[in-house]
């Protein structure tokens, strides 16, 4: 059966440090792969998704970057972490084709201080 | 392009019914729905493509009205398992396939 590892599951980190966040999927090959944010009490936006290796897809213009660098892992990244970047993290996967649900990881929580 | 929901949050009793809405501008492949528990991962519902199709899960169904752009999540005789928010997700056609865009998201209560 396919899983979805995401760590950390919190994070606490200062203005202006750096950041990573890694999501890996294990038992399927080729997956579409997502990263949400979701801020306090707040809907979930898309920030990027890739649908294969090297192919990743920016949504919001931010300080943030992602990158795929193996099939089945996706990298979440920042070089200086603003305020605003506080949230709640969640990467998701799901199967080629536009019929498939999304499975989502059980989220970073980040905060900014 | 994000979809719109309605109502923004909605308080039931056990047993009562529900009914959540989203619409979108754009003309959808599909609708996604989704449900998210506080603390935690949303976890999926179902799924709806285009063609008008209905689908049930237990007492959680929901229909797509692809004239419209919208769809309907219909809850009934609720549980207290059933609270939490509720997204729906779409994927807009003429955009890239596998694009998911959710709503705000629909806060419901079920109380005793």
């Known amino acids: 059966s396919q899983t979805i590892h995401q760590w950390p599951a919190t994070l606490v980190q200062p203005v202006g440090s750096p950041l990573s966040l890694e999501c890996t999927v294990e038992?399927?090959?080729?997956?579409?792969l997502y990263w949400y944010r979701q801020a306090a009490g707040r809907g979930l936006q898309l920030l990027f998704y890739s649908v294969g290796i090297g192919q990743i897809s920016s949504e919001v213009p931010q300080n943030l970057s992602a990158s795929r660098p193996q099939d089945r892992q996706f990298i979440l990244s920042s070089k200086k972490l603003l305020l605003s970047d506080s949230g709640f993290y969640l990467c998701?996967?799901?199967?080629?084709?536009?019929?498939?649900?999304?499975?989502f990881g059980n989220g970073t929580r980040l905060t900014v201080t | 392009q994000q979809p719109v929901q309605s109502p923004q949050a909605v308080i039931l009793r056990e047993g009562e019914d529900a009914v959540i809405n989203c619409s979108s501008s754009?003309?959808?492949?599909?609708v996604h729905w989704y449900r998210q528990k506080h603390g935690e991962a949303p976890v999926f519902l179902m799924i709806l493509l285009k063609g008008g199709e209905q689908k049930g899960h237990e007492k959680i169904s929901a229909s797509f009205n692809e004239k419209k752009q919208q769809s309907s999540l219909y809850l009934t005789a609720s549980q207290l398992s059933y609270s939490g928010t509720y997204f729906c997700?779409?994927?807009?056609?003429?955009?890239?396939?596998?694009?998911?865009?959710f709503g705000p998201g629909t806060s419901l209560s079920v109380i005793p």
């Open positions: 754009k003309a959808l492949y599909s």
């Open positions: 997700g779409t994927e807009v056609m003429g955009t890239s396939y596998d694009k998911v865009i």
């Open positions: 038992g399927t090959s080729n997956p579409n």
């Open positions: 998701a996967w799901s199967s080629q084709g536009n019929n498939s649900p999304l499975h």
